[in-house]
């Protein structure tokens, strides 16, 4: 019902920028928020940043300041913009939405398949 494309990730020195987009598609009424996880081999999954409708981002300690969450809601679309990358960014970066699929919906999450980002050198 909801299919989500992601893309932006790959091998990046330290130091180096990367950015992230993730388009949903399929049987949406409305979304209530894009996100974005990720999840490093042998951790849990953890949340980076999120971009709320009607109220803001919100960001990680860890990554506040060197990375930005934006949305293109015509689009259907979250990105984040990943700069002075640190090889413990390295993991799998998961969108999420928080949407409504029908107006007489409840509102739950859907997920992305992943894209790997290594911050290597």
């Known amino acids: 019902q909801v299919q989500f494309v992601e893309s932006g990730g790959g091998l990046v020195q330290p130091g180096g920028s990367l950015r992230l987009s993730c388009a949903a598609s399929?049987?949406?009424?409305?979304?209530?928020?894009m996100n974005w996880y990720r999840q490093a081999p042998g951790k849990q999954r953890e949340l980076v940043a999120t971009a709320i409708s009607g109220t803001g981002t919100n960001y990680a300690d860890f990554v506040k300041g060197r990375f930005t969450i934006s949305r293109d809601n015509a689009k259907n679309t979250v990105y984040l913009q990943m700069n002075s990358l640190k090889p413990e960014d390295t993991a799998v970066y998961y969108c999420?939405?928080?949407?409504?699929?029908?107006?007489?919906?409840?509102?739950?999450?859907?997920w992305g398949q992943g894209t790997q980002v290594t911050v290597s050198s």
């Open positions: 399929g049987s949406i009424f409305s979304i209530y928020a």
């Open positions: 999420n939405a928080f949407l409504r699929i029908k107006s007489n919906a409840a509102p739950s999450n859907y």
